[in-house]
Each structure stands twice: as structure tokens, then as C-alpha cells.
């Protein structure tokens, strides 16, 4: 499981009076009002003693278990066909078919279509995966989890027990739920025609993965399953690291080439490219896209894949090496020079910006 020990005493009794706090907050008359602002209290400094308790309870305990239960019953009844209508993409006998789960998460399913075998990635809600593996005809023989934060690994339990051959494959620096083949840096993961590449991304969590389906095989676009690490025009909170490893690892997918096509965990790019038209209003790609998620979120039609040569053009936390983002956040220590001391304190800053833009 998730949580390996009891925690230490002082986070039982630190835990409790921070859910005791919660429950009041959530009953006041109040209630929507105290809950978004208990959230925005949570997610202002991630170093804050509240917060670090809570994440603590959240990934350590099994309250971040029954927190997700109650996440995952209310997206059901909310969204009984999905937050987003998808579609899939084909290529040459391999197909990509985004699932869309829980509230804005997005799970996956790679399939070789002439072996009739599947990947899940991130499969949090068991039910909506296992309806697509039943809808396709095909054989779920493996899962990759990007992180064991349970909105992308809830579902690696009933999967893996109503599929008695499938492995579950992720990080062992993360405490990821019934894992049972751990990956590093660079490990290679074949099934059928499908060749998946994982990739040490840390900094979201410490054992973060990102995963990279090599489109040679099927001479077509390679894939890449972000997790949360990259979103359309974002990247994913540092919880369990630096600006300076998160900024590794977003160099590590700015190494690959343009026509990668980006598969996020969540559905952020309208409010993520509001956030990048304040920093960067005279983005031109930017608008472009702005428009273009708009008209697909009126009717509720999912924003993935773009692709990487897109994010290079207007999200901001790939573009801290680029003079006219430096010059449009103002000066600051370093903030010409392209050495990574610099290009971190930018990416924080970003991060401090986009909580505050989040919270208007």
C-alpha cells in the first residue's frame, strides 16, 4: 500500500486537530465559502506547518485513502459519462484512448490493436478503465503509474486483482499502490509493438516517472504521458523536492523533439493559459490556443494531446530560458543570465504567481 508505517505521534495529533478544523469549516453555514478558502489556505506555501501536515495525512495514512473514496463517489454521481468528452488517436495499429476520471484527471489506455493487448496509465478510477477495456476487446497486461498520489493510482488494486497477469510498474522511491515491477531512469517497458520509455522526473513527487511511448515502431508520433509533472501550458506543484529538480526534469521533456504529443493527468489548460496571458500578454501562440480551448470547453471536449513544440511556444514554466518571459516578470537576481541558479528562481516565481492568480 501507499503508507508503509503508522506516523509518528506528533502527526496523529496534529492531523487531528487540523481534521477537526476542516469539519468545523465544512459545516459552518458557510460551508463553500470556508472550503475554497481552507483549500486556498492549504496550497498558498507548501512549507507551511498546515500544509505539510496535510500532505502528510493525505500520502502517508489512510485518510488520503478515504479522501479519494469520497472524491472518486462524487465525480460518479457529477459526471456519470465523464468531465470531458475524448477522443482517441490511431496510429498504424497502435491506439491512444484518453479516459476522463474523477473530477479533471485524465487516465489512459495504449493498446496494440493487432496483439489486442493494453496499457492503463494513472488508472484512478477502476470502473471507468475496466468499461474501456471491455468496450475495446482488449487484454490489460500492464499499468504504469506516474506518482502514488491516489487520483493517479486508486485504481491499481482492482485492476490488478481482476486481471491476474497484469503488472503494475512505477518508481519504488514512492510508495506507489501494489506495485509490483519498479522502474528506473531510462528502463524500457515492451508489450507488443508498444516500447515505453520511462523517465525520472522528480520534483511533484520524489519518485515522480513520466512515461514515453516511441512512435518508430509505428511510425508516428511519439507520446508522452506526463503525469503531473507537465500540463498544457503548466507544470505540477513541487511537493517533494526544489525549484531546482523540478527544473531538471522539465528539461528533461524540453529534450524531445517538437512533434511529441503531450498527454497530461488533468484538464487545466483554459485556466492555465489565462495564467499565461498574464505574464506573457503579447503571446500571440498563446491567444491562438486560448481560442481554440475555449470553443472545445463550451461544449466539453477534452484540450489533449498538443504537442511539445506548442507548450515550447506558450507555457511559461518551459520558457524560463527565454529573455522576453525574464523581461516581462520585471528584474530580478539573475534574472538575465540563462544558468539554472536563475532559471529556478523564475520557475518559483511563476509559482508563487499562478497561486496567487488561482486564488483572485
Keep these: 500500500m501507499a503508507w508503509q508505517s503508522w506516523p509518528a505521534p506528533w502527526l496523529w495529533v496534529s492531523g487531528c486537530g487540523l481534521l477537526f478544523f476542516a469539519f468545523v469549516l465544512f459545516l459552518s453555514p458557510r460551508g463553500c465559502q470556508a472550503r475554497r478558502g481552507f483549500r486556498g489556505l492549504l496550497m498558498t506555501r507548501s512549507q507551511r506547518l498546515l500544509f505539510r501536515i496535510g500532505y502528510s495525512l493525505y500520502t502517508r495514512t489512510w485518510l488520503g485513502y478515504l479522501f479519494y473514496r469520497q472524491q472518486l463517489r462524487r465525480a460518479r454521481n457529477r459526471y456519470p459519462k465523464g468531465h470531458s468528452k475524448t477522443q482517441p488517436r490511431l496510429f498504424n495499429g497502435v491506439k491512444v484512448l484518453p479516459i476522463p476520471v474523477l473530477s479533471d484527471n485524465y487516465s489512459y489506455l495504449i493498446i496494440d490493436t493487432q496483439a489486442g493487448l493494453a496499457v492503463a496509465v494513472d488508472p484512478s478510477d477502476p470502473r471507468a478503465v475496466q468499461a474501456t477495456i471491455e468496450k475495446e476487446r482488449v487484454n490489460l497486461v500492464a499499468i504504469l503509474c506516474t506518482h502514488k498520489h491516489w487520483d493517479h493510482s486508486g485504481g491499481n488494486r482492482d485492476l490488478s486483482r481482476r486481471h491476474r497477469d ?19 531512469h531510462q528502463d524500457v517497458v515492451s508489450v507488443g509493438r508498444l516500447q515505453i520509455r520511462a523517465l525520472a522526473t522528480p520534483g511533484h513527487t520524489q519518485g515522480h516517472l513520466v512515461y514515453l511511448l516511441d512512435g518508430e515502431p509505428y511510425k508516428g508520433p511519439s507520446c508522452l504521458f506526463s503525469g503531473d509533472l507537465l500540463f498544457l501550458s503548466g507544470c505540477g506543484r513541487t511537493f517533494e523536492g526544489t525549484a531546482e529538480t ?4 522539465l528539461d528533461t521533456v524540453l529534450d524531445l523533439g517538437d512533434d511529441t504529443l503531450l498527454w497530461p493527468g488533468h484538464e487545466y489548460a483554459e485556466e492555465n493559459l489565462g495564467f499565461a496571458g498574464v505574464v506573457e500578454p503579447e503571446n500571440l501562440a498563446r491567444e491562438r490556443k486560448m481560442q481554440w480551448v475555449q470553443r472545445q470547453r463550451m461544449e466539453r471536449k477534452s484540450t489533449c494531446p498538443s504537442t511539445l513544440g506548442e507548450e515550447r511556444a506558450y507555457n511559461p514554466f518551459l520558457r524560463t530560458h527565454c529573455l522576453a518571459l525574464q523581461e516581462a516578470l520585471g528584474p530580478g537576481p539573475g534574472s538575465t543570465s540563462d544558468d539554472g541558479c536563475s532559471r529556478a528562481q523564475l520557475l518559483e516565481e511563476l509559482r508563487r504567481l499562478k497561486d496567487m492568480h488561482k486564488s483572485k
Design 246 to 249: 523540478m527544473l531538471s526534469s
Design 166 to 184: 497484469c503488472r503494475v510498474y512505477g518508481s519504488p522511491q514512492d510508495g506507489i499502490p501494489y506495485l509490483t515491477h519498479p522502474l528506473c
